[in-house]
């Protein structure tokens, strides 16, 4: 098998398996960790961003300990809100920060 064709497979399948997860959410971690390995990290988070005031929140992670979901949650996402994070969500959709 190809290396193309490999990636193809593992991004075909990610793909069905994301929409797995739409319909049954217990799935999702799984996805999160799948598609944090595909792209060879360690872990991985899946944020949600208000453009209106910058602030975002953690939604899902993978590989990450929920001491430093926390931290990042007080110090990142809620910055938005007082203007210490300007600039830092403003990146397009799909742009790993």
Known sequence: MSNTTHISSHISSLIG???????DQSLWTGVLGKATQFIGAQAGALLWR?????????VLTFG???HYVELYTEHYAKAGRS???RGRFRQSSGYVI
Do not use: H, Q
């Open 50 to 58: 208000n453009t209106v005031d910058e602030a975002a929140d953690v």
């Open 64 to 66: 990450i300990e929920p």
């Open 17 to 23: 398996d994301i929409y797995d997860a739409i319909l």
């Open 83 to 85: 203007g210490e994070a």
